[in-house]
């Protein structure tokens, strides 16, 4: 297709097969070498008015040239090696007439270094061989004359051609010495005629510039027919051509060579008619390229079909079939491979259990760690305490404040330890200045606090309680002009009560518009003083013991543990990905505060065995407990999708992210936020199932009336009624018309009885992992194993695993030391002892493994609440008596004291 001056079409670079001919119609001519390693040919052609006979092709539907009219030369190859076309083209029949000493240089309007200069290199060959070069797309060909006008050219003498050395050398290299034979002894010819010459031409060239024009067209040294008949025009025509060694066909070669002959006009034969001895040549050597590619193409079909299936027939004639395809294996052979493979794996096996006890015999031969006796931390480490405010407020429903669903399981008898409650609790809502200054003493310099979202919005949504906004004013103003950099945290739990009765809480996608809205509405009141923000605290929290275990936690649901714990957490991802996509888009710029999620992290590791195959079922519990824990919210925020783990063991009732939600998932956080307490043994349960094939929600429904059914004949067995909420239409529709069964007694020391189906009982059939503490670990008051190893266990793997931007923040640490009276509570010693041992493998992590941990928060400033075990565990650093209410710092308050003071640990 035709293009615009100046227009660029690509030169393949499938081949180096390029099409030569048609050189004598370029003028200015580019080869650049693009970046892609193409070639691109710029052709710069002076025709803009090319002749109708000279329209001997026409572009066919791929792209490529087909020849219509008369032939055209074959191409001639190019390598890379060889210079650009540009600056070599001269007007190959002004150059004929100047080597046969008719036509001066001079007269063309070029001097003799000009001339000299534009005769070298390969194109000046390419134009003493008379090629054609075709135009690309539907361009007609195009012809150009010489760089000047022409003038008068007088027939030419070929007396010096006797003098050619004819030497047979075959293909393009022979071609190429021959023509530059040909022009050297045409040069020399005509040196001794050029001084009269130049003279003539530059008369000539000053006074007859049009005539050149004219002189040309009727010189015999032109040959009309051959189409070199177009004028010079000033607009260049450049094209990209497209060229592939498929378009130099040989019917079109020969057609060439029969057309136009071998230097490009008929001036090249004899007076009487006859072909001159170097077109007799070029002939032959034709013949003889053709008859050689022809036998390589008859060679490759004979290949081809040898590889096809006539090809496997001859072989199956031959017998070499055989030997190809094999023989039937005997079942000998078969025993013998199968013995092999299971000989392999045994050695294999012993290899492995050999290399890890050296591994293990290392570790213990090992030199120690050599350790400083002063532990000092990075430049700027992040120092704080941590709270929750449904925790140490109190003033449950003071200043406006709205019901949380801790409020209504708080109130709910018989759901917390002792009946506690946290209408009161620590009072920090009044107290909130003696709490600051108790941190300013210790020299505290950031505070992790979390805002209560019924304190904003009474319903969880609808209008902005002032009163509210204005309490949080005063706490975050107290803790600046006290040199505390506050961390807030939006959401510790405590979702508003309407919420959660009128659109079932985070199990209802429509809670993400609510927390948005929350969310920005701190933004845009406290964002200009806050610049650390965690979106959500613990979501597995929030989750499993929410909608699981027994409803621990608020709201209390064990509906379908099976599906809402992971609707909950699927929203509560969603909820943090669009706050941090909202932050980002209407406050970084101004506030540049930071954003992350506060994720519970304990750390897992196989519980070791003496059997190899069980050592490998603990090894995947390990990596279970992980991936169902930390990677279930980590990954999303850091790779955009839940871990391939879970999504094996979970199916489908684990939610998945549109392409939207992945992207705007992956990156959301600014920070890692590691809440760590403890560490576990893991081992593969006894009732730990295998995949099991999906259900559909009919034959699902279908099994749990069927259970239901079952348990009411138990319950009417045992106890002589039936269970509340059950009437005999119902019992009747779970399909069970058999009589009642015996119910069978199942002893402690008994095997229960396996549930064939993994999606039958919830969250910890998915995770399926025996947790426990090694012997020799102490445990704190909560029963939680102590093993500071694990600590630094843990940095090195989320550090691997996650390599978070802003570094790791670890923001809960800290122990419950049974306390009680005010007396032992002050020499908590048990505490000190925890967190200077857990501090030292936090060290150890950034000194030895280059971990990028930059902040430490202690958990917690007070005793308070603790959620279902009410007041009965003790975290914090300051005593607090709950029929006073004053605040004591106790013994491990002043060890921390002196580690933020001096930034770093004493091993004395």
């Not at 310099?445 to 004013?473: D, Q």
């Not at 959500?536 to 709201?555: F, K, M, T």
């Not at 925020?637 to 549109?658: A, H, I, S």
Request: glycine residues 10%.
């Amino acid at each position: 297709m035709g293009g615009p001056v100046g227009s660029r079409w690509w030169v393949g670079d499938e081949s180096e097969e390029h099409n030569a001919s048609n050189v004598n119609g370029l003028d200015h001519s580019k080869d650049v070498q693009e970046g892609d390693g193409s070639r691109v040919v710029e052709l710069s052609a002076d025709a803009s008015n090319p002749t109708a006979e000279r329209s001997d092709y026409t572009s066919t539907t791929n792209g490529k040239l087909k020849k219509t009219g008369s032939g055209f030369f074959k191409g001639l190859r190019r390598k890379e090696s060889s210079g650009s076309i540009a600056d070599e083209h001269v007007d190959v029949n002004t150059q004929a007439a100047v080597d046969d000493g008719v036509l001066s240089p001079v007269s063309r309007g070029v001097s003799e270094d000009g001339l000299t200069e534009k005769q070298k290199g390969l194109s000046s060959i390419l134009h003493g061989l008379g090629r054609k070069k075709k135009s690309s797309g539907n361009l007609t060909e195009l012809t150009e004359a010489a760089d000047s006008q022409a003038v008068d050219v007088p027939a030419a003498a070929d007396s010096h051609d006797d003098d050619v050395p004819k030497k047979a050398v075959g293909g393009l290299l022979g071609r190429v010495k021959r023509a530059k034979s040909l022009a050297k002894s045409r040069r020399e010819a005509a040196a001794e005629d050029q001084d009269g010459s130049i003279a003539a031409g530059e008369e000539d060239a000053d006074t007859n510039g049009h005539q050149q024009d004219q002189d040309v067209a009727a010189g015999s040294a032109y040959d009309s027919s051959a189409g070199f008949e177009a004028t010079a025009a000033e607009d260049a025509i450049s094209a990209h051509h497209v060229v592939g060694a498929s378009e130099i066909t040989e019917a079109t070669e020969a057609s060439e060579v029969t057309d136009t002959g071998v230097y490009g006009g008929s001036e090249q034969s004899g007076e009487d008619g006859t072909a001159t001895e170097d077109q007799q040549q070029y002939d032959e050597q034709q013949q003889e390229e053709e008859y050689v590619q022809d036998a390589a193409e008859q060679q490759g079909t004979d290949q081809n079909k040898a590889k096809g299936v006539f090809g496997l027939l001859a072989r199956a004639r031959s017998g070499s079939l055989g030997q190809i395809l094999g023989k039937p294996k005997t079942e000998e052979e078969l025993q013998a491979e199968r013995e092999a493979a299971e000989a392999a794996a045994a050695a294999e096996a012993e290899a492995r259990a050999a290399a890890e006890a050296a591994a293990a015999y290392a570790a213990l031969t090992r030199e120690p760690e050599k350790e400083p006796p002063i532990r000092k931390f990075p430049r700027g480490f992040m120092w704080g305490t941590a709270t929750s405010a449904y925790q140490i407020e109190g003033a449950y429903q003071d200043e406006g404040k709205g019901l949380s669903i801790w409020d209504a399981f708080c109130h709910t008898p018989g759901k917390i330890s002792g009946n506690a409650n946290a209408d009161i609790s620590t009072c920090h809502f009044y107290r909130y200045k003696e709490d600051v200054a108790l941190m300013r003493t210790m020299g505290v310099k950031y505070y992790r606090m979390s805002i209560s979202w019924t304190r904003i919005f009474p319903n969880g949504k609808g209008k902005v309680n002032e009163r509210g906004v204005a309490f949080y004013n005063r706490l975050i103003n107290e803790l600046i002009a006290n040199r505390i950099m506050p961390v807030v945290t939006l959401y510790h739990w405590d979702l508003p009560l309407s919420l959660q009765i009128e659109e079932d809480g985070w199990l209802n996608p429509k809670i993400v518009d609510h927390f948005i809205k929350y969310a920005k509405t701190c933004f845009s009141r406290f964002g200009d003083r806050v610049k650390y923000w965690i979106t959500i605290n613990e979501p597995w929290c929030a989750a499993v013991l929410g909608h699981d275990s027994g409803g621990q936690h608020a709201p209390g649901r064990t509906v379908d543990p099976a599906r809402e714990v992971y609707k909950v957490a699927h929203h509560m991802l969603i909820a943090h990905g669009r706050t941090y996509q909202m932050y980002q888009r209407l406050f970084k710029r101004k506030q540049r505060g930071k954003i992350g999620l506060a994720l519970n992290g304990d750390w897992y590791e196989p519980k070791p065995a003496a059997d190899l195959g069980e050592q490998r079922k603990n090894e995947k519990a390990a990596e279970r407990a992980l991936e169902f824990t930390l990677g279930w919210f980590a990954r999303p925020v850091y790779q955009g999708d839940y871990p391939t783990l879970m999504r094996e063991r979970c199916g489908n009732r684990l939610p998945r992210f549109t392409a939207e939600q992945r992207a705007m998932l992956k990156g959301s956080v600014d920070f890692f936020g590691l809440n760590h307490y403890s560490s576990h043994l893991c081992e593969q349960p006894a009732w730990y199932k295998e995949l099991a094939p999906q259900q559909d929600e009919d034959e699902r429904e279908g099994k749990l009336m069927r259970l239901g059914a079952q348990l009411e004949r138990i319950m009417t067995t045992v106890t002589g009624s039936k269970p509340h909420g059950h009437n005999e239409a119902e019992i009747q529709e779970g399909d069970v018309a058999e009589e009642p069964a015996k119910v069978e007694i199942i002893e402690d020391d008994e095997e229960i009885p396996e549930d064939p189906y993994i999606e039958s009982t919830g969250y910890w059939q998915d995770i399926s992992v025996d947790q426990s503490d090694d012997d020799v670990w102490k445990t704190t008051d909560m029963g939680w194993g102590v093993y500071p190893e694990g600590m630094r266990k843990m940095l090195n793997y989320i550090q691997r695993e996650y390599n978070p931007k802003g570094g790791i923040i670890i923001t809960e640490n800290g122990c419950a030391v049974a306390e009680e009276d005010e007396e032992e509570s002050l020499k908590d010693i048990e505490r000190a002892v925890y967190l200077k041992r857990y501090l030292t493998e936090v060290h150890k992590a950034i000194l030895h493994d280059d971990v990028d941990v930059r902040g430490y928060f202690v958990w917690s400033l007070l005793d308070n609440f603790e959620w279902g075990y009410g007041y009965q565990k003790k975290f914090g650093l300051c005593y607090v008596d709950m029929q006073t209410l004053e605040r004591i710092p106790k013994m491990s308050s002043n060890f921390y004291t002196e580690v933020i003071k001096k930034n770093r640990l004493e091993m004395i």
